[in-house]
């Protein structure tokens, strides 16, 4: 069984960094899942797509609210993923999860529609406060 755990959130001052980190277990993992993506969903707001790859393109797709801020990266054994967030904004406050998926879909096909297009594993989240 699959299972996801993400870590590195907590409070942070505007222009602030933090790095997140999605650690994948279970059988098959690496040979199985092609797909990562960051999530967010800040209260009262819906679930927004933040950054998404597919490691078969490895062209990765981030939303037109971080992109050239937060980086979406994964180590060698492919086994766990960062999302490196600079110059953190209070708006860029919620819980962020991580999701993975089979599929040989681009990134951002993900990010738009993560349940259409099979990504269905999906961490508890971890969160990130930015405020002064």
């Known amino acids: 069984q699959l299972q996801l755990m993400e870590s590195g959130g907590g409070l942070v001052q505007p222009g602030g960094s933090l790095r997140l980190s999605c650690v994948a277990s279970g059988s098959g993992f690496t040979s199985n899942y092609y797909a990562i993506g960051w999530f967010r969903q800040a209260p009262g707001k819906e679930r927004e797509g933040v950054s998404c790859i597919n490691y078969y393109d490895n062209r990765p797709f981030y939303a037109d609210s971080v992109k050239g801020r937060f980086t979406i990266s994964r180590d060698n054994a492919r086994t766990t993923t960062y999302l490196q967030m600079n110059s953190l904004k209070p708006e860029d406050t919620a819980v962020y999860y991580c999701?993975?998926?089979?599929?040989?879909?681009?990134?951002?096909?993900?990010?738009?529609?993560?349940?259409?297009?099979?990504?269905?594993?999906w961490g508890k989240g971890t969160l990130v406060n930015v405020s002064s």
């Open positions: 999701a993975v998926g089979r599929g040989g879909y681009s990134g951002s096909y993900y990010c738009v529609d993560p349940h259409y297009y099979g990504m269905d594993d």
